[in-house]
């Protein structure tokens, strides 16, 4: 009984000593970034790998989703006949919540993983220790351009993956079902905001982007040095950075969409 | 890969993550017709405002020309008070009248302007007189019913 009392309390606080670490460690990519800024051709480099190279994935998925949005808006709106609202539903879903979540999950997944794995490797085999020999600040050099790519590229992925969204949701609901196609985009564009809905999409992919290129970082530079430790420290990026990415979403909906 | 290589697709990347932005901003968005030109104030006093909404339309022979900004209610006189925020191209004339009015059976409510013949137009800031209030369904409905049966009473 008393060990597992003590079990507990040990793992909450290396939970909270962890927390404390992170926090102090998002100080200090932030304060280190203005080198990344300055040598900027680092930055760019991790915007190819972590936003380029997700293009595919972004945009293959949000086209499906669109697609799969329209076909069922429409199943559920023709039974109020109401088919014609079918361009709101696909645009407002795609733009407010799915977008952003969504490019952001797959994101933690495609780019956040190889990043933990990249930096837990250069850990494992003291590339990371060899920088600091060389008055190299490895935080400088490696882990502040990636916080920064991944940073950049977060909110233009999810706008790809709703642009595409709403494409497929126009292929799917006008080109194959025949809604009206003056109808589809104007009542779209009678009732998307975009300050209130596309603007207030950008900021959470923003602020994906931070949760998940923090968490990708931090993880990579905390885990253990060894084949064990660096795996299960991608593990635990995308799962940490997946459920702070549905909490934080909630959060963010509830500030931002109150209901007027 | 070499260095121009990687600034070209990032570049490519960006260009593209602008115009899916863009895209989302005017085709999908309704940037295009708000126009952030000048707007001038109006005021207006209703008995009952139903559902209306704050940022409803303000609608002049069908055309938006305004949307609401704030709704407040006047606990003096009972009334609810509707500020609007009309396109400062367009002057309407003082003896317009504000309906509140319901786009489809269950629609959204918007507010039309039926414009008068007064040579003098509002001016910013300013109170319509003459308004009508939002038609309540329930309240149609049952004066309908209610007329029906007095009808019916009648003859009798």
Redesign the interface.
Known sequence: MLEIIRRLGRQITNRLWRLGFASRFFLAIILHSGTSLRRL?LT??E??FT??LS?IIILVSGLFVGMVLGLQGYDTLQRYGSSEALGVLV?LSL?RELGPVVAALLFASRAGSAITAEIGLMKATEQLSAMEMMAVDPIARVVAPRFWGGVI?M???A??F???G?FGGYLVGVQLIGVDEGSF?AQ???S???RE??LN??IKSFVFGVIVSWVAVFEGYDAEPTAEGVSGATTRTVVTSSLAILAADFVLTALMFRG? | MS?TT??L??G???A??????L???L?????S??SSGETYALQARFDNIGGL???AAVKSAGVVVGRVSEINFDPEAYMAVVSMKVDGRYKFPKDTFATINTSGLLGEQYIGFEVGGDAEMLKAGEVIKKTQSAVVLEKLISQFMFSKAAESDGPK
Do not use: C, E, H
């Not at chain 2, 593209?16 to 932005?21: D, K, N």
């Open positions: 051709n760019l480099r915007i190819y936003g380029v293009l645009a733009v590229s909110p233009f992925l706008a790809l709703s642009a595409m709403v985009w779209m564009q009678a998307v905001d975009v809905d596309v999409g950008v007027t | 260095r990687i600034d697709w990032v490519f990347f960006v593209i993550g602008i115009a899916a932005l895209f989302l901003a085709k999908v968005g309704n940037l017709s708000t909404k704050v940022r």
